[in-house]
């Protein structure tokens, strides 16, 4: 999840190719489609690679506090 404003972070991601035969490649030069972190809500996030795409999706909340809690005691 993110807050209004915060660049996405894809610090960790890894993305791989998995063959039929069930073999893996990971990859490092895909590209990543585009990412609004002024847009509050749910967001699809391509990943693409020589044609081939896949998504991951990311919430982005909105800047409004979250007001205090007083408590009532009658």
């Known amino acids: 999840d993110y807050m209004m404003g915060e660049e996405l972070n894809l610090e960790g991601l890894q ?7 069930g073999r893996q490649e990971e990859i490092y030069d895909y590209e990543v489609g585009y990412f609004d972190s002024w847009m509050i ?3 699809r996030i391509s990943i693409s690679y020589n044609g081939l795409e896949t998504e991951f999706y990311v919430y982005v ?3 409004d506090p979250i007001p205090d809690f007083q408590p009532y005691i009658n």
């Open 61 to 63: 909340h909105g800047d």
């Open 41 to 43: 809500g749910e967001q």
């Open 15 to 21: 993305v791989a190719l998995i063959y039929e035969d």
